[in-house]
């Protein structure tokens, strides 16, 4: 299984940015997902995921600003971030775990691993 992101950048506060998440080499499209942040120095840290029922999940700081999505057919996981805020900065990382019993849950560890983009919000 191969995860590959894009969209990261640099913006100002209060800006936005999309990232996507291209999934590759999955049997199946039946799969639980999340996106995943960390800045040097500290532990990686759960953002966001959705399960195989389309059932989303968010951390506190985030809920109401970023919105996880799947399309299945595309086989692409969307993480749309509005209302930027510098402590947003960090790489954003996709994990995913192969279904049908996958568990969802923001904070959950994922089995497969995408290389990361990085996300810089100024101030």
């Known amino acids: 299984v191969q995860l590959v992101e894009s969209g990261g950048g640099s913006v100002e506060a209060g800006g936005s940015l999309r990232l996507s998440c291209a999934v590759s080499g999955a049997p199946d499209s039946s799969y639980c997902m999340g996106w995943f942040r960390q800045v040097p120095g500290n532990r990686r840290e759960g953002v966001a995921s959705i399960d ?36 947003d900065t960090a790489m954003y990382y996709c994990g995913a775990d192969l279904g049908p019993h996958c568990s969802g849950g923001y904070w959950i560890n994922r089995d497969y691993w995408g290389q990361g983009t990085q996300v810089t919000v100024s101030s």
């Open 52 to 87: 195989t029922d389309g059932i989303t999940d968010y951390r506190d700081s985030v809920q109401g600003r970023f919105t996880i999505s799947l399309d299945s057919a595309k086989k692409t996981l969307y993480l749309q971030m509005n209302s930027l805020k510098p402590e």
